[in-house]
């Protein structure tokens, strides 16, 4: 069945890179998403990237996807106080309007 | 910047007692969602709401669930008679489209409304 995992949690210091994993099972999924959630917000789309790219860069952020092994991952550079908050990994595929979320990484900031 | 809206933000109810959550969609969307995270657990889908019908639900979404659009800007959820195990955070999302290579895929989401069942 569809599946997406995340680690729960993760620390890093200011001006560091944080990466986030995620792991999906379903070969056929043709778009995954980085969502993040903020403190007493809604999720927020950050990025997303189609299954056919192995990369995709936007500004701080670098997405990389390793279709064989059915890895995502979301690396911020320079990472800030701002930065602090839940990252959710997701995918989608075409012929269903539903979003497979994983529980959500809690990605802390230290000053 | 328009935004997705959901009240209340926070509810505390008995089990057996029926519930509403409301959700004000962006107003140009077409496409509705509810979506729910168990404190601990992942974000799941649990019904699509197109040209005023379901379009797709999950099996979490059984006959105590209903969705509604009363007007045209409310979007809402009942539960009928709630059970324990429905605790948890309940998210409303809405979409212009349903396809991200349009980019207007991308899913809005509310704020959440937390349900407590004592």
């Known amino acids: 069945g569809e599946d997406v995992e995340q680690s729960l949690f993760l620390s890093v210091r200011e001006g560091d890179s944080s990466v986030i994993n995620c792991t999906y099972t379903d070969s056929s999924s043709t778009y995954l998403y980085w969502y993040k959630q903020e403190p007493g917000a809604g999720l927020q789309l950050l990025t997303y990237i189609f299954s056919n790219m192995d990369m995709k860069q936007d500004q701080r952020l670098t997405v990389l996807l390793n279709k064989k092994d059915k890895h995502l991952s979301l690396r911020i550079a320079d990472t800030q106080t701002g930065d602090s908050a839940i990252y959710f990994c997701?995918?989608?595929?075409?012929?269903?309007?539903?979003?497979?979320f994983g529980t959500g990484t809690r990605l802390k900031v230290l000053a | 910047e328009p935004e997705v809206t959901q009240t209340p933000s926070h509810q505390v109810t008995q089990m057996g007692q029926e519930v509403i959550l409301r959700c004000v969609p962006i107003s140009n969307h077409l496409y509705f969602y509810w979506y729910r995270q168990i404190l601990g657990q992942k974000v799941e889908f649990l019904v699509s709401?197109?040209?005023?019908?379901?379009?797709?639900k999950s099996e979490i979404f059984d006959d105590q669930f209903s969705v509604e659009r009363p007007d045209g800007s409310n979007f809402t959820l009942k539960i009928r008679s709630t059970k324990l195990e429905d605790s948890a955070m309940y998210f409303c999302?809405?979409?212009?489209?349903?396809?991200?290579?349009?980019?207007?895929?991308?899913?809005?989401f509310g704020e959440g409304s937390r349900l407590t069942v004592l």
């Open positions: 709401f197109y040209n005023n019908e379901i379009s797709e």
């Open positions: 997701a995918e989608s595929k075409a012929g269903t309007y539903k979003y497979i």
């Open positions: 999302a809405s979409s212009v489209s349903r396809d991200p290579i349009l980019n207007t895929g991308e899913l809005f």
